[in-house]
């Protein structure tokens, strides 16, 4: 049985989602603080994370980074009601895998914690497989989950890493937003989201800075492609 941890201070809210999750099947624990979020995140072993951002003492945002910089990879999907571009860009970069704002409707939550399970059970899967891919100047180790461009290592979070190995592994061909939100994000349809356009622009931000070298490349009306200068 998949574990789930649950950050969320309003017993309503974590009632509601505890009851819908156990009846697929999950085994939920809640924490009713950052502080207690964090410690049972750190001390037991889930598979999934999910995380209300405001929180009575510290916040998600401060959970989430806290549990990263401590070297967990579990899968965090962030709640929040601050649903503004700013806020929810803050809290992806800071680690975060996925969102979703409140109010929400079961069906979607369930929907993106399954999205989020399969992920990671593929990620595993595939962790002794050794590939190496390279893109011009880049190299990706797809064993030690390690880029490094003109020789400097970049750090990404695991889902900039998805995105960018999925780019590169179809260097040369255009894929939709639709298409990485299937292949990255495993979500079958889209939810009205514009995470693809958010981690497209963290990634460029870090592996992009030379404007007259740039890998990825948008195509209006169609989606994004890598490809060599």
């Known amino acids: 049985m998949q574990r789930i941890l649950l ?11 505890k009851k819908g999750l156990t009846e697929e099947g999950y085994d939920v624990d809640i924490a009713d603080t950052g502080a207690a979020g964090t410690e049972l995140g750190l001390r037991d072993q889930f598979d999934l994370i999910i995380l209300d951002i405001m929180l009575p003492d510290i916040s998600g945002i401060e959970v989430c980074r806290t549990l990263r910089e401590k070297g967990l990879r579990t899968p965090i999907l962030f709640l929040t009601a601050l649903n503004t571009p700013e806020n929810i860009a803050w809290g992806l970069n800071t680690g975060g895998d996925d969102y979703l704002a409140k109010p929400f409707k079961f069906i979607e939550l369930n929907a ?27 190299v990706i180790d797809d064993d030690l989950k390690e ?6 290592p970049i750090s990404l979070t695991a889902t900039e890493y998805r995105l960018l190995v999925e780019l590169v592994r179809n260097k040369g061909r255009v894929l939709s937003r639709m298409d990485l939100l299937e292949r990255v994000w495993d979500l079958q349809f889209n939810l009205g989201t514009n995470i693809v356009d958010v981690y497209i622009n963290y990634l460029r931000k870090k592996l992009d800075n030379d404007p007259g070298n740039k890998l990825i490349h948008t195509v209006v ?6 490809k060599e200068p």
Do not use: H, P, W
């Open 7 to 17: 950050v969320e201070d309003e017993k309503s809210v974590s009632s509601f989602i």
């Open 221 to 226: 009306g169609m989606g994004y492609v890598a």
């Open 112 to 138: 993106r914690v399954k999205a989020l399970l399969r992920r990671s059970d593929a990620v595993v899967e595939q962790a002794a497989t050794s590939n190496v891919l390279t893109l011009a100047d880049v």
């Open 147 to 152: 880029v490094v461009r003109a020789g400097e």
